[in-house]
């Protein structure tokens, strides 16, 4: 078992980007799947994109646009391999990032 400890003012978040954006690995051991808590800062956006592998996404505190929809506090997006997305943040925002290596398999539809 790991668990890791953190607060807002953590100071082992490295930077993510040249926008201010910065991250801080929770999980990344080699067993194919990553999970990291990333901070955004206001305004900051990443236009159209996809990624090789899926990718989970729960929003911890503030809120974010990805591909049109505003996702605020507890809510939770998951992107397949090659999705396509777009990002914007529409306040100082702190997610709760996975993904993994295992491109072959879709999630079952699991919603109400």
């Not at 003012?9 to 690995?25: M, Q, T, V």
Request: charged share 25%; aromatic share 10%; glycine share 8%.
């Amino acid at each position: 078992m790991k668990i890791t400890r953190l607060n807002e003012r953590d100071s082992r978040f490295r930077p993510f980007d040249a926008n201010g954006g910065e991250y801080l690995d929770l999980w990344n051991d080699g067993l194919g799947v990553t999970a990291q808590i990333y901070r955004f800062p206001k305004g900051t956006s990443y236009p159209e994109h996809t990624h090789d592998t899926w990718e989970q996404l729960m929003v911890l505190s503030g809120r974010l646009r990805i591909s049109g929809v505003i996702l605020e506090a507890g809510d939770f997006a998951f992107t397949v391999p090659g999705e396509t997305h777009a990002v914007e943040n529409l306040e100082d925002t702190v997610v709760l990032i996975s993904y993994g290596k295992s491109a072959s398999q879709k999630p079952e539809d699991h919603s109400d």
